[in-house]
């Protein structure tokens, strides 16, 4: 798989099409987040896997943004998984990113993978390689669908509890680019007071994640205090399914019924 | 156009989290945990989330400051250590050692901290030392 990706990363560079291709790397024993600009370099191309695969995945769509907002005209290459291209799909949506400035490099992740990301879609579309296995069930959510409303009321303020306010879900989270955060509206949420606002910080963040969140998982990776986020953001994104048939970066070109004003549009999911 | 990220570790404490420092065009603009690192496995305090802010900030002292007349002045590092040197002595002198006292920093090296309290308690005289983290 990792050939047919160098290759396909050296076509683009050779033929000028990219200014740089957006990959992990593995270099002096670690694997990073790299811009590869030249043939050369790619020989430490990496998937995101160290020890296991996708267990070293990076925010690749966030350095997108960060190199778009500098060079808006140049066009980059990146390496996407199924949950990546969600990302751009909804960055191009909400005009984060311009399509015609990206070339995806898309591979399917295997069925293990899809399994312990219980992934709505793992694999992107024209994966170049990697054969694409079917959704996987949302077991996470359900287990915490099946308690009564006192008793998930009481695991998540358990959950929550545990918080140590370090921002890490927000500044890993490959959507959120917001200038302004509101998890630091101080009528929202307190500066530099512990324990953090229980559960207003959590909820917030969960409601604004709601018509982005593209369940990367990568949150939930980096919370210090292992709180189950990613369950929490699959749950909201479950509700807007069930209220709007959306999810966010499934289909391209979909618009979010949070940003359509008037009434509701008609229901189009299952 | 240069984007790099340049593996590094924290300053902030003892702990010796790994992070990458992401530079683009020279200009720091974002840290991304190590995921690779055994010490923190891709996860930060928010300390460390930081790390590129404070170290491109306006706020940052970059030199020694005394306080004269209820203001403070940058001065030369000379000047800030004979000030220092001689109201050491003065105190000493005049109220005993254990009048001063002194504060270790996390963000110096185990043998810098080990100097710091074998001053405290040979050449001063005391062991009031304690650490900027009680602050
Ligand atoms: S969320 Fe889906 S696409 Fe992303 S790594 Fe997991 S299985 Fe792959
Ligand atoms: S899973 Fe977490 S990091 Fe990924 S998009 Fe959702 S909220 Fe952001
Ligand atoms: S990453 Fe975890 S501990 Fe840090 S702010 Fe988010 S929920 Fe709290």
Redesign the pocket.
């Known amino acids: 798989m990792i050939e047919i990706v160098r290759q396909k990363a050296g076509e683009l560079l050779n033929q000028g099409k990219i200014k740089g291709f957006i990959a992990p790397s593995r270099e002096n024993g670690h694997v990073a987040p790299r811009l590869f600009t030249r043939v050369e370099e790619l020989s430490t191309l990496n998937l995101g896997d160290s020890s296991s695969e996708g267990d070293a995945r990076y925010p690749l769509d966030k350095i997108l943004i960060t190199l778009h907002r500098k060079y808006p005209d140049d066009c980059f290459g990146i390496l996407v998984r199924g949950c990546d291209q969600r990302g751009l799909y909804t960055l191009y949506r909400l005009n984060q990113l311009n399509p015609d400035r990206v070339i995806e490099v898309g591979i399917a992740c295997s069925p293990g993978l899809a399994k312990a990301c219980e992934c709505l879609k793992p694999f992107p579309d024209d994966a170049v390689a990697g054969d694409p296995v079917a959704p996987e069930g949302q077991k996470a959510v359900e287990m915490v669908e099946d308690m009564d409303m006192a008793g998930r009321f009481e695991f998540w303020m358990d959950q929550?509890s545990?918080?140590?306010?370090?921002?890490?879900?927000?500044d890993?989270c490959p959507m959120c680019f917001c200038n302004e955060c509101s998890l630091e509206c101080k009528d929202l949420v307190s500066k530099g007071d512990l324990p953090?606002d229980i559960p207003v910080?959590?909820l917030v963040?969960a409601m604004h994640m709601a018509d982005r969140c593209i369940d990367c998982g990568l949150?939930e990776e980096?919370?210090?205090?292992?709180?189950p986020?990613r369950t929490l953001y699959k749950k909201t994104g479950r509700i807007m399914d069930e209220e709007f048939g959306f999810t966010s970066g499934i289909n391209k070109h979909e618009k979010s019924p949070l940003s359509i004003m008037g009434p509701a549009p008609d229901k189009k999911g299952p | 156009m240069d984007y790099q990220n340049i593996l590094t570790t924290c300053t902030y404490c003892g702990c010796g989290c790994n992070f990458f420092l992401e530079v683009l065009d020279g200009e720091l603009t974002g840290t991304i945990p190590c995921k690779t690192s055994p010490v923190n496995e891709g996860?930060l305090c928010?300390k460390g989330w930081n790390v590129h802010e404070f170290v491109q900030s306006d706020k940052r002292l970059k030199r020694p400051m005394i306080r004269k007349n209820g203001n403070l002045e940058e001065v030369s590092w000379d000047e800030a250590l004979d000030y220092t040197a001689a109201r050491l002595k003065t105190v000493k002198a005049e109220k005993g050692s254990d009048a001063v006292g002194f504060f270790a920093s996390a963000k110096v090296t185990c043998e810098e901290n080990y100097l710091m309290q074998k001053f405290a308690r040979a050449a001063v005289g005391t062991n009031s030392v304690d650490h900027c983290a009680r602050l």
Do not use: E, Q, T
Request: charged share 25%; glycine share 4%.
């Open positions: 929550f545990k918080c140590v306010k370090c921002y890490g879900c927000r890993i953090v910080f959590h963040r949150c980096a919370c210090p205090s292992d709180i986020l | 996860k928010i």
